[in-house]
Structure formats: structure tokens, C-alpha cells
């Protein structure tokens, strides 16, 4: 018997990790669900940071950001952005002449995605510290809003969705994953504000525009 395994063997081991993984980093999600409260604890920022790390050596998540209409010279939010790990694509899709705000309530994201501005030297991003329901850009900002993985985390959807309505351009959209909780859900807390019309949408997220 040999002693390494073959590339097929390998691949399925990949691909044992990955689906383990993304079992954990579910679980993960229910638990935070259950807290119902927008700023997680430190510990779970810095598990759930880990286990995104994890994860995104075996497979790079950052490819969904081709499906949200974004173009060379848009002002786009990250709304939540965690860890930071779609920044580096986000940059490259609005180029020099366009900017990205990296946005969350924790300062720990915050932290997290300046190391990550810095490491790859992206000029066209600044981050944004999220008080509660209030993020500090002015009206009618952005181009585009995505906020990935993080609805099911908002306690109160309608002031969370009243903001993004705020700092949306007329003729921008936003982009909601529904993150871990069914699509009924979001889309009944989308529907209740009045403020947004649900132009499309796939397994994953919703495009929305605003009304
Ligand atoms: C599960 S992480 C997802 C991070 C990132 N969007 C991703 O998909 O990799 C959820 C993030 O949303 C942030 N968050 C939760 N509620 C928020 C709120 N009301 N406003 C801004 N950020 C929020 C959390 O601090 C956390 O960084």
C-alpha cells in the first residue's frame, strides 16, 4: 500500500473538509441566530473569523460579487463585512476611479478589514464603523449595497433596511442574502418596510430596488 494518497483521493479529502466545514460554520450560524443580537460577542467574531479563514483556503468565496451588477467607478457598500474577505475583489471590480466602504457594527471587523486593506494595499476602500442602525455616509451614497451572511443577525429589519434606503442612489440596489433563515422570512421583512421592490432573485439572495 502506498503511503500518499492520489489526486483522487486528495480531491475527495478536499472535499470532505469543505463540506465539514460548512456543516460547522452552520451550526455556527444557528447559535448566532439563537443570540439575537446584532454585535456578537468577541470569542464568537474571532471563532467564526477562524473558521472563515478555514474555509476560504479550500474554496474562495469572493467570485459571488460577479452576480451584483457592480461596475468600474461605483461607491459600494460591504454592509457587515466581517472579516473583510470579499474587499479584495470588491476593489478590483470598481477600480481606481471607484470606492468601496467596508462597513460593520464590530469593532473587531473593522480591525480586521484595515489589516486586510493594508496587507493587499487596496487605496479605494475606507472602513466605516456602524453605530446600531446608524452608518455614518452621507445620502444617497452608494451604487450598490451588499450585506452577505448577516440579515438573519438584525434584530430590527425594518430601521436596518430604512438606513440602507437612506444611503442607497435612486437608481442603485442592494443585495440581501438571507443568510440563516428562510426565504419567507426575508422576504416578509423586506416587503413590511415598503421601501424596497424585489426585482430579482436567486437561491442565495434577493436584488432589491429602492421605491
Ligand atoms: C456572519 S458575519 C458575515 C461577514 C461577511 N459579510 C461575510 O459574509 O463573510 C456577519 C457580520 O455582520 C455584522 N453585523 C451584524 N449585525 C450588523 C448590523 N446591524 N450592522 C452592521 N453589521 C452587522 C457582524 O458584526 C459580522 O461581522
Excluded at 474555509?55 to 460591504?78: A, C, M, N, P, Q
Excluded at 433596511?161 to 442603485?172: S, V, Y
Excluded at 440581501?176 to 439572495?205: C, F, M, P, Y
Aim: aromatic fraction near 10%; hydrophobic fraction near 40%.
Amino acid at each position: 500500500m502506498g503511503a500518499l494518497a492520489t489526486p483522487y483521493e486528495w480531491l475527495l479529502i478536499v472535499y470532505e473538509i469543505n463540506t465539514l466545514l460548512k456543516k460547522s460554520s452552520e451550526a455556527w450560524g444557528a447559535q448566532m441566530l439563537k443570540m439575537k443580537n446584532d454585535r456578537m460577542p468577541d470569542i464568537a467574531f474571532r471563532i467564526m473569523s477562524f473558521m472563515f479563514k478555514i474555509r476560504d483556503f479550500f474554496s474562495s468565496v469572493d467570485k459571488i460579487l460577479y452576480e451584483f451588477d457592480i461596475h468600474k467607478g461605483d461607491t459600494i457598500i460591504d454592509y457587515g463585512c466581517g472579516p473583510g474577505r470579499y474587499l479584495k475583489m470588491a476593489s478590483s471590480l470598481v477600480g481606481e476611479k471607484g470606492r468601496v466602504y467596508a462597513a460593520d457594527i464590530h469593532e473587531l471587523a473593522i480591525n480586521a478589514s484595515m489589516e486586510r486593506i493594508k496587507k493587499y494595499n487596496l487605496k479605494n476602500i475606507s472602513t466605516v464603523q456602524i453605530d446600531k442602525y446608524s452608518c455614518p455616509v452621507e445620502d444617497n451614497t452608494a451604487d450598490v449595497i451588499y450585506a452577505l451572511d448577516m440579515f438573519h443577525m438584525v434584530s430590527e429589519p425594518e430601521n436596518f433596511l430604512a438606513e440602507l434606503h437612506r444611503i442607497i442612489k435612486k437608481d442603485g440596489h442592494i443585495i440581501i442574502e438571507d443568510g440563516h433563515q428562510s426565504r419567507k422570512k426575508t422576504r416578509s421583512n423586506i416587503d413590511r418596510t415598503g421601501l424596497w421592490s424585489v426585482v430579482d432573485e436567486n437561491k442565495r439572495h434577493l436584488k432589491c430596488n429602492p421605491i
